[in-house]
């Protein structure tokens, strides 16, 4: 009997031991594609962050081949648990749970006594429409609102693949009426309340505000302004100098995002390899959208030497992605006559990151339409440094400026 005991023990601890390797192999390959460009400060810590966040990649694509979990919900649980437990609120602030036309929202009200109506923001959170919660943006929505003296409206969307494209559009833009419609009961001025949102978000943000153009209701009044933190615009080209040059950066990969698109879309990810490519674009499309996408529309200092990608149109993998082109999705793909309707914006991009071009093509097409403007440029960041905003030693002295950017833009609106 003890025989066998120690067997089954001994079989247990191999098993076990055997997983390990498996996943630290597989970590490591993964790792070793990873490129933390030499002008990014802080390189090391990058590099840590990437190798937890590509642990829990790797776990979770092993549970999910075996059938035990979604590799999406393992990725949701694990980065719930390590932003751990919602602190109090600090003081001078309030924060409440509620909902909003059915849709979770998290509500941070400064409680000092204001004269005057505040203004107001809603915050779309990143994450590829896949990942990322109210919770995670917990921090940046406290800081937002305490250091502007603004009621930030943090939505809780419902998020791909349970909820495809246009869910998430939908429920941002349900959220935004209704406290258009309800500002006055938060001592919010109707006419200073303001969008906002980094990555996914910042594509949601830009989206609800031409919905909200294009659609108006006479009883509300229009956002004042957007905030867009390193905003994806566009699933086009993913071939621009950004995309190329940052291919390999920590924390997002450029297959990675077609991954995010896709599993917004449909879910469709046998073309992703196609979409990279860009035979997903017709030519007559190709040729539409070159007067917006073109390299040479970037600065010089953005615009890189290598050879222009070429490829063949696919017909059948246009028909699959084709509503990723429309203005829902590829805000930056909006006709002039739309985005000459946008307010005034803040633009943040990052120099290590594939989604770079997006936000400075988008400024030059709403610039050359007489919109106002505010872009910050982050010269030694990466995507997603704001999700590390006081985060103790992970906290990045770039992302710290940044979040500096967008506290002083908040309060000119």
């Known amino acids: 009997m003890y025989i066998g005991t120690a067997i089954l023990i001994i079989g247990f601890a191999a098993l076990a031991a055997a997983f390990c390797l498996l996943i630290i192999g597989l970590v490591f390959s993964e790792l070793m594609n990873a490129e933390i460009p030499p002008g990014l400060s802080n390189g090391g810590k990058l590099h840590l962050v990437h190798c937890f966040m590509v642990g829990i990649a790797v776990v979770g694509r092993i549970l999910e081949r075996l059938g035990l979990c979604h590799q999406v919900r393992f990725t949701r649980w694990c980065t719930d648990r390590a932003n751990g437990r919602q602190r109090p609120p600090p003081a001078g602030l309030r924060i409440k749970d509620s909902t909003f036309a059915g849709v979770p929202v998290r509500i941070y009200e400064p409680t000092a006594v204001s004269q005057n109506k505040r203004r107001g923001l809603l915050y779309y959170h990143?994450?590829?429409?896949?990942?990322?919660?109210?919770?995670?943006?917990?921090?940046?929505?406290?800081?937002?609102?305490?250091?502007?003296?603004?009621?930030?409206?943090?939505?809780?969307?419902?998020?791909?693949?349970?909820?495809?494209?246009?869910?998430?559009?939908?429920?941002?833009?349900?959220?935004?009426?209704?406290?258009?419609?309800?500002?006055?009961?938060?001592n919010v001025d109707p006419l200073r309340v303001a969008l906002g949102g980094d990555s996914a978000g910042g594509n949601l943000a830009a989206a609800v505000s031409q919905r909200l153009a294009t659609s108006p209701d006479g009883h509300l009044p229009s956002p004042c302004g957007l905030v867009l933190i390193y905003p994806v615009l566009q699933m086009a080209d993913f071939n621009l100098p950004s995309y190329r040059e940052n291919h390999a950066v920590p924390v997002l990969f450029r297959a990675r995002m077609v991954f995010y698109f896709l599993q917004y879309l449909n879910g469709d990810m046998s073309v992703c390899q196609d979409v990279l490519e860009g035979?997903?674009?017709?030519?007559?499309?190709?040729?539409?959208?070159?007067?917006?996408?073109?390299?040479?529309?970037?600065?010089?200092?953005?615009?890189?030497?290598?050879?222009?990608?070429?490829?063949?149109?696919?017909?059948?993998?246009?028909?699959?992605?084709?509503?990723?082109?429309?203005?829902?999705?590829?805000?930056?793909?909006?006709?002039?006559?739309?985005?000459?309707?946008?307010?005034?914006?803040?633009?943040?991009?990052?120099?290590?990151?594939?989604?770079?071009?997006?936000?400075?093509?988008f400024r030059k097409r709403l610039q050359d339409l007489g919109v106002k403007v505010t872009w910050y440029h982050v010269p030694d960041g990466f995507h997603g440094i704001m999700n590390f905003f006081r985060k103790g030693s992970l906290t990045f002295p770039a992302g710290v400026k940044a979040m500096e950017q967008i506290v002083s833009y908040v309060k000119t609106l």
């Open 126 to 186: 990143g994450g590829g429409w896949v990942v990322g919660s109210i919770n995670l943006y917990d921090e940046i929505c406290r800081h937002i609102a305490k250091e502007t003296d603004t009621v930030v409206v943090s939505v809780g969307y419902r998020l791909a693949p349970e909820h495809r494209f246009p869910a998430a559009l939908d429920d941002c833009e349900l959220t935004t009426r209704h406290f258009l419609s309800v500002a006055a009961d938060f």
């Open 279 to 361: 035979r997903h674009v017709p030519a007559e499309l190709k040729l539409h959208y070159s007067k917006w996408l073109d390299p040479s529309n970037l600065p010089p200092e953005f615009q890189d030497a290598g050879k222009q990608v070429v490829t063949t149109h696919d017909g059948e993998v246009y028909h699959i992605v084709k509503d990723g082109l429309e203005p829902g999705i590829s805000p930056l793909l909006a006709e002039d006559e739309v985005l000459r309707l946008t307010p005034p914006t803040f633009i943040l991009t990052c120099q290590y990151d594939v989604l770079r071009d997006d936000g400075i093509l």
